[in-house]
């Protein structure tokens, strides 16, 4: 299973990646979509919306199921990635570089109590 | 612990993403799901279909039994090989179960049930036999496995792999069967399937399961998971027991009036029931015309004449778009357009008449 290690994750499956203009990218892990399987349709939310930490905020349904997306962090949303949204294989062919959408943090040093690597590989090993 | 089928080490070799289905651990995709069901419906694909039960009944006075038994007609079946399709119904007209019974001798009939459903169904049937026809013998075939290959280029496929089969079986028509000799053992083989494509269903003795499997790959067939087999059988407008009918509907509300004959003279189980109850509701296809998600089962249809519920839903990969089966009041029609609830929307979605594809071609109007 691919988890790179320069990246933050959730333990719902997401994965979060500090951009140089301090915003986040979100998209999902390999784990995700793996377990999900064909995806086939993206639900991403507006730009503009305030999110809570842990608010559902995005819909990707596959074939055989759907699955809410969630806020890693509390933050407004900058920019939602409509290639992906008219794509949605793309996510099961590159998970990492397909983001979702971007935040501005509400409180940027939350980034940092998101599980590493290797603490989000020991979380999909007990699943 | 969860069953396993003969072939169990041979998906996981192969990548399997393995899944519990009705209590047995089977593949539901061997990577991509969509690029399987293309295979199938472009090329050739194989399922392991193991999990299914073969149950032979043999005696003197099968067919009078199945007569009774079954909510299909087995008088239908006069050449040898034949097959049905058709309802296990209880006497209050519900359904048991969907299986196939091929004719193979006068006092020999096999059917195919479903892998959940076996043991209530044999269960059922050894009931009816002990106040029926208690000299008749009912042997489920634990012994043996399945492999429905399946797509434009199966049966050819099948010939290369298995020596000698085009003698025995190209000239089969559709649900029909013939049985041969083969380096494996004694193998059934049966024009039959559930994706709305030409192929074969075979059934083989459990050891030799995994040769024939590596003689088929060898030949080009594609294996396929449970995933791709439901979106087939969808596009197909094939019902799925416990999804699209059980033991809280009839027939006539499935979509399955056509298997049931209630205008012969023959009794059988249920009859009186069905004939006391005239269907309210139907069975009906739909294809979602909004953007906002895929169709899934137990949404909420919202029609002119009343509220109905999705039974089954996909995203079909032949038209692009999602659709679905669902039970809705008997007033709505082929063309009408429906609301159905999706999260927090109403998306509209138009009626039309299963099947949805068949043989690789659309066979209703794609939008969008």
Known sequence: ??????????????????????????????????????????????????????????????????????????????????????????????????????MKPAEPAGIHKLLDARAYEATIGDA | MQKQTPLNATHRAAGARMVDFGGWDMPVNYGSQIDEHRAVRTDAGMFDVSHMRVVDLEGAGARDFLRYALANNVDKLKDAGKALYSCLLKPDGTVIDDLIVYFLREDFYRLVVNAGTAEKDIAWL????????????????????????????????????????????????????????????????????????????????????????????????????????????LEAGMNLYGQDMDETVSPLESGLGWTVDLASP?????????????????????????????????????TRHGDGEITSGTFSPTLNQSIALARLPAGVAPGDTVKVVVRDRELAAEVVKPPFARNGKALVGARS
């Open chain 2, 126 to 233: 050894r009931q009816l036999m002990a106040e029926r026809a208690p000299k008749l013998v009912l042997t489920p075939r634990t012994d043996l496995a399945m492999i429905a290959v399946q797509g434009p280029h199966a049966r050819a496929k099948v010939w290369r792999a298995i020596p000698g089969s085009e003698q025995v079986s190209a000239a089969l028509k559709p649900f029909t069967a013939a049985g041969m000799s083969t380096r494996w053992g004694d193998v059934f083989i049966a024009r039959t399937g559930y994706t709305g494509e030409d192929g074969f269903e075979i059934v083989i003795s459990a050891p030799h399961a995994v040769a024939l499997w590596q003689a088929l790959a060898a030949e080009g067939v594609r294996p396929a998971g449970l995933g791709a087999r439901d979106t087939l059988r």
């Open chain 2, 266 to 302: 023959r009794d059988f189980v249920g009859k009186a029931a069905l004939a006391a109850h005239p269907p309210a509701r139907q069975l009906g296809g739909l294809v979602l015309v909004d953007k906002g998600g895929v169709l899934r089962a137990h949404q909420v249809v919202h």
């Open chain 1, 1 to 102: 299973m691919n988890i790179p290690a320069n990246l933050k994750y959730t333990s719902s499956h997401e994965w979060v990646r500090t951009e140089a203009d301090g915003t986040v990218s979100i998209g999902i892990t390999d784990h995700a979509q793996a377990a999900l399987g064909d995806l086939v349709y993206l639900e991403l939310p507006a730009v503009g919306r305030k999110l809570a930490a842990a608010e559902a905020c995005a819909v990707v349904e596959s074939v055989k199921a759907a699955s809410d997306v969630y806020a890693p962090v509390a933050g407004e949303v900058v920019a939602v990635n409509t290639a992906a949204a008219d794509a949605p294989e793309q996510v099961n062919k590159d998970p990492y570089a397909t983001w979702f959408f971007r």
